[in-house]
């Protein structure tokens, strides 16, 4: 069905909420409007904004208000949901962008192997229960999987291990901790954990062909990987020290600094295009362009003092409003549903911090407190697990059900994360602990308001 931009007025009797610009403004505003709510509410909580952007899509879905046949009809109709996942996927394209632009290897490079192994540590356990918890899932939600156990168990194995990043430096710039060695930790350790998480998902994607049944040579998944490595080694081998001579030829200021920052956002979308035709999902492109840009003269930076606002402020907001639309808490039904809510929640939570625990204890020598806190802290999961989820579900490697199961343990694990860490770790400023306000967050690390 053709549907029009625009629609003659109401004076013409046309209903503007029947044409495509002015119902997405309404979406937008909608949106907008119960999130920053919900944000507004939560705030005394000290809880991340991603909590309320999802607890608004949930209650604007089929799980809540949703159920209300004429709000649905009037605001989310079905023919517009094309356009809403379009402007949000640009959004969260565009995030992960932000996030590969500002990783800081530069802590991994000061804490040196320790950051690598507590990642690790907290990767293997979620990826060995991840094998244990698909039969579970095949016992408890009988419906068809359309991916192989293989790449299922990878990517459950990726879900349960991401880290949310930007929600882990809010956390930390809460407590005063980002310029402590144990935030510099925390950050580096998640910054690793991040790179091997997306890595594990590239490769269940990869060899899952992303779910869908295709007529393709039997050897695709090998094409797609090898592709994919190739676009990595190119990006970051070749492009990267072009793009600093670039840079540096560009300087700080002026038009044509401007003209680089634009640039570089227009490659990052069409970075995303060349992975989406490898048979990568595009965020993969924009994320591996991000951490090929050269971070000398404040490039970097300056970019993401450009970009940042618009992402975080509208299109991010609107992307996890469109996973709580997606999400049907109800599809989870009865005691096996919901006792593998619980198994989910625990394995998140436990295989993290045990494995984070253990090596943080024994390998580097840090007080079982602190310890215990950076478990904590590696559990965060927020808004990078959503984009995990929405992944999977876009490729068909995850049902309904299975997807609200984990987004309830992503919202369950994010809204724990504060309270816990600072029950374990309240350290008064001193003067070898910077206040948290001498720390700044810049763009995709930005704590929201």
Known sequence: MAVKMASDGLWQGENPLDFALPLLAVQIA??????????????????PRVVAEILGGILLGPSALGRWGAFRRTIFPEWSTAALDTVSGLGL??????????????????????????????????????????????????????ASYFSFC??????????ALPVLACILKELGLLGVPFGETAMAAAAVNDVFAWTLLALALAVSGGGHDTNGPPLAPVYILASGALFVGITLFALRPLMARLA????????????????????????????????????????????????????????????????????????????????????????AAWGMVALVVAVAVAGKFAGTFAVA??????????????????????????????????????????????????????????????????????????????VELKGSDACPA
């Open 93 to 146: 394209l565009l995030f992960l962008f932000l996030v590969g632009l500002e990783l800081d290897f530069g802590a991994v490079r000061r804490v040196g192997p320790r950051s690598v192994a507590i990642a690790a540590a907290g990767i293997v356990p979620p990826l060995l229960a991840a094998a244990g918890i698909v039969p579970l899932l095949d016992l408890a939600i009988p419906a068809p999987r359309h």
């Open 30 to 47: 909608v949106v907008l409007i119960v999130t920053q709510g919900l944000a507004f509410t939560l705030k005394p909580l000290r809880q």
């Open 248 to 335: 540096r030829r560009a300087g700080p200021d002026g038009a044509d600094g401007d003209l680089a920052c634009s640039g570089a956002v227009a490659c990052a979308l069409l970075a995303g295009a060349v992975t989406d035709a490898i048979g990568v999902h595009p965020v993969f492109g924009a994320f591996v362009f991000g951490l090929a840009m050269p971070r000398e003269s404040g490039f970097a930076e300056r970019i993401g003092e450009k970009v940042a606002p618009l992402v975080s402020g509208l299109m991010l907001p609107l992307y996890f409003a469109t996973s709580g639309l997606h999400t049907d808490v109800d599809s989870v039904r009865g005691v």
């Open 361 to 438: 204890v024994a390998g580097t020598g840090m007080a079982r407190r602190e310890a215990a806190a950076l478990g904590v802290a590696m559990s965060a999961k927020g808004l990078v697990e959503l984009i995990v989820l929405n992944i999977g579900k876009e490729k068909k490697v995850l049902d309904d059900t299975t997807f609200a199961i984990f987004v309830i343990m992503a919202l369950t694990t994010t809204v724990v994360a504060t309270p816990l860490m600072t029950a374990l770790y309240r350290q008064p400023p001193t003067a070898t602990t910077p206040e948290s306000d001498s």
């Open 154 to 163: 990878v990517f459950l194995g990726a879900a349960l291990s991401v880290t």
